[in-house]
């Protein structure tokens, strides 16, 4: 989850624990554990239905799908380069992987695959609509690699082993990079959301009380 998510979820919860004490003991007679899940509730229908929080929650979905795709795609090119080793063709090879797999990728490609095969669109412009739409530049070398190879007989089994490994080598770097990265992360969540937090938890009683008194 990246800082955005971490602060969006972190106000939904410091705004919907903040509305039980402003609104305790105002108007009405219902038990105080009523009230807070009541009032948080309605602090959290409100809150998600922001246009920013919407998009949010779509950018966040979009971004888990490309990373999932981004972790599915070396396996993808193995069984391809696999089946092209075996003697299958390129369509044989791919079928092979969507029939095994369930992944968000495979699902992808079964798309594309019935949109070539249906006459919709040709094979490479439905692998860059592809690449384009998951927004991945692995993709893009993919679709750029396959197309070279089909249209001027190039043999793409090599090609697709070296992309695999290359793809590795850059998800290895990533996962480096994050795990350098998260000590700075956690200042922002540390001073923005938990420290507020504690000091509302400490002090939400005595101000409780102060208010029903």
Do not use: H
């Amino acid at each position: 989850m990246d800082v955005s998510a971490v602060v969006l979820v972190g106000g939904s919860s410091v705004l919907a624990g903040c509305l039980p004490l402003l609104l305790g003991g105002r108007g009405t007679r219902r038990p105080a554990s009523g009230r807070a899940g009541a009032a948080l509730a309605a602090a959290r229908d409100l809150f998600m239905r922001l246009p920013w929080a919407r998009r949010a929650r779509e950018g966040e979905a979009s971004a888990r799908r490309r990373e999932a795709c981004l972790s599915e795609l070396p396996a993808l090119l193995d069984v391809v380069t696999l089946g092209l080793s075996a003697g299958l063709s390129f369509d044989a090879s791919l079928e092979l992987y969507c029939a095994r797999s369930d992944g968000e990728l495979a699902r992808a490609f079964s798309e594309a695959m019935l949109a070539w095969r249906m006459g919709v669109r040709g094979r490479e412009e439905a692998l860059w609509g592809l690449a384009d739409e998951l927004g991945l530049q692995a993709l893009r070398r993919f679709a750029s690699v396959v197309g070279e190879s089909l249209a001027f007989g190039v043999p793409l089994a090599g090609a697709l082993e070296r992309q695999a490994e290359a793809i590795r080598d850059e998800q290895r770097a990533q996962v480096e990079e994050e795990i350098e990265r998260v000590p700075v992360k956690m200042l922002i969540p540390l001073g923005t959301l938990i420290v507020p937090a504690m000091f509302l938890a400490i002090l939400g009683p005595l101000l409780g009380s102060v208010a029903v008194g």
